[in-house]
């Protein structure tokens, strides 16, 4: 989390425990990416808590490793993986076709982001939140076209429970914009890592939900 030591850990270590829960609710392999994003949500919030120790205890080295193992988190998986994710769940042709074309959009994002990480340094400072350095990532056409693959996609998708995770994850955006501008990998991730929890909701109900019931289409 984006606060303390203390927060990060609880958080990571609750979501990691309900994202073993969420894979174990899956009846099908295609199932089981985006049921992972709880789990993955809670290793990258373990790993801000590390960084913030690594303020604590004067430990650059960690201060570096976790700065890029949370970057790539924030700025490489997430565009590629979550429309990934619901494409694999999308049966009817239309939708799944246009979610793959915002899985497009997400390599292409997550790509360039993977280059900028290595070509520039990106660095953390510790103030009341932890602030990630990384400007590249403030240009425009960038934030749109990573909103479009994390966010907008999901608005494709035959469940309501996808659906709503996409409009959610946008207003949180909003949110950590406006209020946390300076901070707003760390809030907005720690935000969708919250978020992330009806995932577990999503596949619970999804055993005994009937197909129309889910926002299914025949």
Same mark, same amino acid.
Not at 55 to 77: I, K, W
């Given at each position: 989390?984006?606060?303390? /030591?203390? &927060?990060?850990?609880?958080?990571?270590?609750?979501?990691?425990?309900?994202?073993? /829960?969420?894979?174990?609710? +899956?009846?099908?392999?295609?199932?089981? #990416?985006?049921?992972?994003?709880?789990?993955?949500?809670?290793?990258?919030?373990? *790993?801000?808590?590390?960084?913030?120790?690594?303020?604590?205890?004067? &430990?650059?080295?960690? $201060?570096?490793?976790? +700065?890029?193992?949370?970057?790539?988190?924030?700025?490489?998986?997430?565009?590629?993986?979550? #429309?990934?994710?619901?494409?694999?769940?999308?049966?009817?042709?239309?939708?799944?076709?246009?979610?793959?074309?915002?899985?497009?959009?997400?390599? *292409?994002?997550?790509?360039?982001?993977?280059?900028?990480?290595?070509?520039? #340094?990106?660095?953390?400072?510790?103030?009341? $939140?932890?602030?990630?350095?990384?400007?590249?990532?403030?240009?425009?056409?960038?934030?749109?076209?990573?909103?479009?693959? +994390?966010?907008?996609?999901?608005?494709?998708?035959?469940?309501?429970?996808?659906?709503?995770?996409? *409009?959610?994850?946008?207003?949180?955006?909003? *949110?950590?914009?406006?209020?946390? +501008?300076?901070?707003?990998?760390?809030?907005?991730?720690?935000?969708?890592?919250?978020?992330?929890?009806?995932?577990?909701?999503?596949?619970?109900?999804?055993?005994?939900?009937?197909?129309?019931?889910?926002?299914?289409?025949?």
């Amino acid at each position: 989390m984006c606060f303390s /030591a203390t &927060a990060s850990f609880i958080a990571g270590v609750a979501l990691s425990a309900l994202g073993v /829960a969420t894979l174990r609710a +899956t009846t099908r392999k295609v199932e089981i #990416p985006f049921a992972a994003i709880p789990l993955l949500f809670g290793f990258q919030q373990i *790993v801000e808590g590390v960084l913030w120790l690594s303020f604590r205890f004067e &430990a650059p080295q960690l $201060n570096v490793a976790t +700065t890029y193992l949370f970057s790539l988190f924030s700025h490489v998986l997430w565009p590629i993986f979550v #429309p990934f994710s619901i494409g694999l769940l999308e049966t009817i042709p239309w939708r799944r076709e246009t979610i793959w074309g915002f899985q497009g959009i997400g390599l *292409v994002v997550g790509l360039y982001l993977l280059y900028m990480l290595l070509e520039y #340094p990106v660095t953390s400072v510790a103030t009341e $939140n932890i602030v990630y350095v990384s400007p590249h990532f403030y240009k425009v056409p960038v934030m749109l076209l990573y909103l479009a693959a +994390t966010c907008l996609g999901c608005f494709f998708s035959s469940s309501v429970t996808i659906r709503l995770f996409g *409009v959610l994850a946008l207003i949180l955006f909003g *949110v950590a914009y406006e209020f946390f +501008t300076i901070a707003l990998f760390s809030v907005w991730c720690f935000f969708a890592a919250i978020l992330s929890s009806i995932i577990f909701v999503h596949f619970r109900f999804a055993r005994t939900m009937p197909a129309h019931r889910l926002g299914g289409e025949t």
